[in-house]
């Protein structure tokens, strides 16, 4: 296709709002960290090191009785607060802007647990009520 010679009407996707095919035998909470397992499957955040995460769960969805791909979750990409880790791996202000690691599915911590979490997301704040962190496409 040549180069434009006019202005061109691209269209534009925000990519906010995603929908995922859930794994058998998970309950997804609204609010709750969502991943993308290694078989391409929604699933709640955890301890794992072949996650990636892909939002905030906008609904509850149960399929703890159906097989994969049975129900489907949507999830929001974006900056919200999770509960923050404790000890060494309590995340400060002075950790803003640096990756933080998903614990479980409403918890965050400073470090990948000697390479046994995936990334959750970036740290955009922290506060007395826990990390903001950015997760899912908005990065």
């Known amino acids: 296709m040549p180069a434009l010679t006019a202005d061109r009407d691209t269209p534009r996707r925000e990519n906010l709002l995603r929908n995922f095919l859930v794994k058998g035998a998970n309950r997804i909470f609204a609010g709750s960290l969502v991943c993308i397992d290694s078989t391409g499957f929604a699933v709640k955040g955890q301890v794992s090191t072949t996650l990636t995460c892909v939002g905030r769960a906008d609904e509850m969805v149960d399929n703890t009785s159906g097989p994969d791909?049975?129900?489907?979750?949507?999830?929001?990409?974006?900056?919200?607060?999770?509960?923050?880790?404790?000890?060494?791996?309590?995340?400060?202000?002075?950790?803003?802007?640096?990756?933080?690691?998903?614990?479980?599915?409403?918890?965050?911590?400073?470090?990948?647990?000697?390479?046994?979490?995936?990334q959750a997301g970036i740290i955009r704040d922290v506060d007395?009520?826990?990390?903001?962190?950015?997760?899912?496409?908005?990065?």
Do not use: H, P
Request: charged residues 20%.
């Open 128 to 139: 007395s009520g826990g990390v903001w962190v950015e997760v899912g496409g908005a990065r």
């Open 69 to 118: 791909g049975a129900q489907r979750v949507t999830t929001m990409s974006g900056t919200f607060r999770y509960a923050n880790s404790t000890a060494g791996d309590l995340i400060t202000l002075a950790d803003v802007d640096a990756a933080c690691f998903i614990v479980d599915d409403q918890t965050v911590a400073k470090t990948n647990g000697t390479n046994t979490r995936s």
